[in-house]
Structures are given as C-alpha cells and as structure tokens.
RNA sequence: GUCCCAAUAGCUCAGCAGGAUAGAGCACUUGAUUCCUAAUCAAGAGGUCGUGAGUUCGAAUCUCGCUUGGGACACCA
C-alpha cells in the first residue's frame, strides 16, 4: 500500500517523502509532513504549500480524499482499493505479506554452551532469532539458522568431572575437594545417576575417565537443549561443532600469519586486532600452544564467510558486547567484508514472580530454566512477551502477568479476538467463499478503519524486520485486538443488512493477527 | 578508569532516520449484558519525558556535559 502511494506522491514531489501514521486514525490512512521540509526550499509557508498540493492530489483516484491541516497532508484511501487489497489477500492467504526479497542470511544464535539446560536469558535470544528467521523467510530471504557448539574447550571437561565428583560425593561418600568452577545444579546428579546406570559405578573410581565422561555428558546436554528449543517450537538447519572447525586451524593460522594479523610475543601469538579499533591485542594461542576460545570464533567465522551468504547476523547475549570488534578485526584480516556482519545483542532477563526477583548464573546453579517458564506460562505468552519489548535492553516481568484469562494477558486478548470472528462465521452458517466478493463500499468510519488497519501486516512486519524491532509486530497485533473488540462490542453482525460486508472486513482481521502470530511461532486459537 | 544499555503515568513498557493534544496494558474510579463468548467495551483520573545546555520554524526523539541504575572489560568459554 505504501509503495502505491509513494509512487503516486512522487509524481508531484520532489525529493524524499516520509509517509507516518497519523496520530488519530480518524485524520487519514496516512499522513505526510513533507510540507514543512518544502517549506525552505520554496520559501513559502508549509500550510500554503500543504493546500496546494492537496488539490493536486485529490484527482487520484486511489484517494477518497485529500486533507490538508496545518501544514500536514492526511490520505485517505478509497474504499475500492481497499477492497480489492482485501479480496485478493484473503484468497491468497499463504502469500498474505510475503514479500520479494532474495537475499541469503546466515543467522546463529542460542550457541549456549551445551554444559547445561537452557536457561531463560537464552530463552530470549532463541525466541528473538527463530521469530527473525520465520519473518525474513517470510519477506522472501534465504535464511540458514545455525547453532555454534562450544564443544572443544574446558568447560567440556569441568562438565565431565563435575558429575564424576558429584557421584564420587554421592555413591562412594568421598570427601571432595571441589574446584570454584564446578557445575552445580540438579541435572548434575541426574547425570551421575544416569551414568552409572549407563557405565556401571566403577566408572567412578578412575579419574582417567572424566574425559570419556565429558564427551558423553555433552552429547546428553547437547540433546537436552535440543528438546528445551523444541518445547517452544525452534529448530537448528544446522550446528556446527567447534571441535570439527579445529581440523581447519593450521590453514587458517597460516593466512593469518601471511596476512600479518598475528604476531609471537611471550612465546604467545597474538591477533593485531587494535589495529581496527579493539582496545589490546588478543591472544589466539597459549604458551602450551592451546588455542584459546576466539581462535575457534575465528575459524568459525571464516567457515561461515567461505560459505558465502550476503549477510551474517549473530545474536549474542550481552555479556559478549566487548567481543565484538575482535571478531570483527579477525574477519577483516582474513580478506572478507566486515561490514557484513551484525550483531545482535539480547539484553539480561529478570523474573519476578509475586515481586520477587531471581538472579541467574550459569555456574552456580541458581539460574531459572527455560524449561519451567515455559511450563509455566507456554511458549505461547513466552515468546509474546520476549518480542514485546526491545532485545537490547533489560526486560523484567512478572510470569503471573501471563496466566490470567483475561485483557491483562495479551496472548490471550488477541486470541481472544481471532476466536471470536471465527465463531461469527459458525453462527452465521456463512464460509468465506459466500462472502468473498461482496462489494465493500459505503462503509462507515469504524469499518473502513478496521478494514485499512487490518491490512497493515505487510507494512508492519517490513519494518519490523527491516529495524529488527519485532515489538512492532506485537504491538500491532494488540491493536489490532483491540479494534476487533471494539467493532465486536458496537456493532451488531449477524442478521444485519450488513452482515456480509462486516464478516468479510473482520475476516481480513482475522487473516493479519492469524499470519502475524505464525510469524512469531504463535498458532492463532479458532475457539477459547 | 574505559566501553555498552538504560532513565517517559503508582507499576511494566511503547513512542526516538525531529513534527499535530506524549501512548498502551496493569492498578484505581464510574458506567454498559432481554441481543453474535461482559473472557469484552466505553468514560474518568493519572506526566515539568532524570538533569543542564546546544542545534532550529519545532526536541521525549539529535549533540555535549552531569546524576542515578544494570552489565561488560581473561591467556574462561
């Protein structure tokens, strides 16, 4: 709709044209304040200005009409247009807001260390990146989502003797002297108990085997995260094991070498990565000749970029924001465009339940699980709510919030509306094909505001995607919601003169929140 | 000390490639069911947009300083 009207303004303006919503839906479809920036150009005052154009404007006939108030320009879209918009939207349901870009994205996230469950900071970067992948694929990109597993350094091997102690503590009552950095937490002893069914006991008084145990106790958390993302419905095309990436290393080291990016110092080597505006230069490889954690990151990007995608988005927990400009510095020793790559970073999560707030790390086992929000509250009002708000800053919310049956729970206020049209069609005995072609014209202001609003969704996840603030989306749905409700509340439908036009409008409503929720891996409720 | 993110209604947050009277939900007050799910709707009240300056026709939005809060600053991953 917008690249219509563009296209028409563009024929008598000049220059850039900034289409806004207008404050009030009651003043126009869409508004324009090009005026003011004429103002200088032309020396004459914007409201002047305004008016000319407007009488321009009025003999396209894709306006209903023109408006010009104080210096603003206000479009209203004939009902004809929006007519036709909604008829072919609504047979045309799975190319509904598609759109028709081509380009191929590489998108990683989660890539949590696989030494534990998924906790819910990384629920947030799961949710956050399988919404942008089902969006863009939606827009047309050809998006691959990957998963890095940090599967060589060793936190694998604290993980391996972490159970072998916890079951040297709990089967043989040894006393034992814990390391700081050993992995608590229940999963733990579900490990241990696990592999002695597995092993047999004796596994346990040979210190040799904390690495045959390690290797087995990543595989199980690598599963266990697995069926973490799948309890919120997320899928990996592909993970890509560190351990594998390592095999590559020499030949990467070497052209690293030749390209001057590293350098020996203190029996070290050294990435130059000041010189593209890191603040020191960081160590790839140890004394002892071990590579260290950012030489697996280096690898791993340079077997990204050989893989030749337009663009690479990663989303990071926050935590990791000082790494960036070394990898970035690393991509660019290595001959590629940096630019290319962007991050993302997914901002800290608190809960609060009751008021209380519960802090989270991953080391002391006093983190709140992915797995028990999500059966707390469902994927559903999860997801909802991580998309909300804005990934990179800290979000704080109440679990209770999400539980109620009622408006103060968005999931279930928005299902509530799409469940509600559906049941007008159930008791109207009327299918969609029955009204498909009746002629939306005269409509009053509430219907046709609610026609146009509903088909929104293609502007509305462009946007969204294209400013990867996918709050958008979700804020659009509540609205949306909320002129259903409304409309719901103040007409009557069945059995009206207006029945036929009224289920059609409120069935292009029902379309926007049906495939605006499916974008953000939400299934829309027929019947509550 | 350096860097990142923030500060908007009592609470949780939108708005921020400058634009019309600063929005929503919760909580609070009042009203609406002989009629499609009241699981809803309508109305009211609630704000010096942290603070000081600058940029200009115009600033919650951009720039700089300051204050407060959270986080990051490994040869850990």
């Known amino acids: 709709m917008k690249k219509k009207i563009l296209n028409v303004l563009n024929e008598y303006i000049d220059g850039e044209i900034v289409l806004e919503k207008p404050k009030d839906i009651n003043f126009g479809h869409f508004a324009t304040p090009v005026a003011f920036s004429l103002a200088k150009k032309l020396r004459k005052s914007p409201v002047i200005i305004a008016k000319e154009l407007c009488e321009k404007l009025l003999k396209e006939d894709i306006f209903s009409s023109v408006e010009a108030v104080k210096g603003y320009i206000n479009f209203k879209l004939e009902n004809e247009f929006l007519d036709k918009f909604a008829t072919w939207s609504l047979q045309n349901e799975n190319d509904f807001a598609k759109g028709s870009n081509n380009k191929k994205i590489l998108l990683e ?3 949590a260390n696989p030494t534990g469950p998924l906790h819910i900071g990384h629920a947030r970067g799961a949710i956050l990146g399988d919404s942008l992948c089902k969006i863009a694929r939606h827009l047309g990109y050809e998006v691959t989502s990957e998963y890095y597993v940090n599967d060589a350094g060793n936190q694998i091997y604290l993980l391996g003797l972490s159970v072998f102690l916890n079951a040297q503590d709990n089967f043989f009552d040894m ?3 814990w390391p700081d950095e050993y992995y608590r937490g229940s999963y733990i002893n579900d490990l241990a108990c696990e592999a002695r069914d597995n092993f047999g006991v004796d596994i346990f008084t040979d210190n040799t085997n904390v690495k045959l145990l390690s290797d087995w106790a990543k595989d199980k958390m690598l599963e266990l995260i697995k069926s973490n993302l799948k ?9 890509v094991s560190e351990k ?22 203190d029996g070290k080597w050294w990435l130059n990565s000041t010189k593209y505006n890191d603040e020191k230069d960081r160590v ?17 990007h340079d ?3 050989k893989r030749e995608y337009d663009e690479y988005i990663n989303i990071w927990g926050a935590d990791h924001h000082g790494y960036i400009e070394r990898v970035r510095a690393a991509i660019k020793f290595l001959g590629y465009d940096e630019n290319k790559l962007e991050v993302i970073l997914s901002q800290m999560v608190s809960l609060l339940k009751a008021g209380e ?24 009002a999860l997801r909802f709510v991580f998309l909300s708000k804005k990934s990179d800053t800290h979000l704080e919310f ?13 999931i279930y206020y928005i299902n509530y509306a799409h469940a509600r049209i559906n049941q007008l069609f159930e008791k109207s005995n009327k299918k969609l094909k029955d009204i498909l072609n009746v002629k939306l014209d005269n409509l009053n202001s509430d219907a046709e505001n609610l026609l146009f609003y509903s088909l929104l969704l293609p502007e509305v996840i462009e946007d969204a995607f294209k400013q990867r603030a996918l709050q958008k989306l979700t804020e659009y749905l509540k609205i949306l919601a909320s002129f259903i409700h409304r409309f719901y509340n103040e007409y009557r439908i069945i059995a009206t003169e207006e029945e036929d036009k009224y289920l059609k409008i409120l069935s292009t409503s029902a379309l926007s929140i049906r495939v605006g929720l499916k974008l953000i891996g939400i299934q829309a409720k027929y019947k509550m």
């Open 109 to 111: 996230y989660v890539s």
């Open 175 to 177: 006393d034992i002297d």
């Open 231 to 239: 309890e919120c419905g997320i899928e990996f095309d592909s993970f």
């Open 244 to 265: 594998k990436l390592y095999e590559k290393w020499d030949e990467v080291f070497d052209r690293l070498k030749r390209n001057g990016a590293i350098y020996e110092k």
């Open 284 to 300: 790839v490889v140890r004394e002892d000749k071990r590579a260290t954690y950012l030489a697996g990151d280096i690898i791993y």
């Open 303 to 305: 077997d990204k970029f």
């Open 357 to 380: 707030p519960y802090k989270m790390s991953k080391r002391a086992g006093n983190f709140i699980l992915m797995s028990d929000v999500l059966e707390d509250i469902g994927s559903d």
């Open 398 to 410: 109440d679990v209770d919030m999400f539980k109620a049956n009622d408006s103060s729970n968005p």
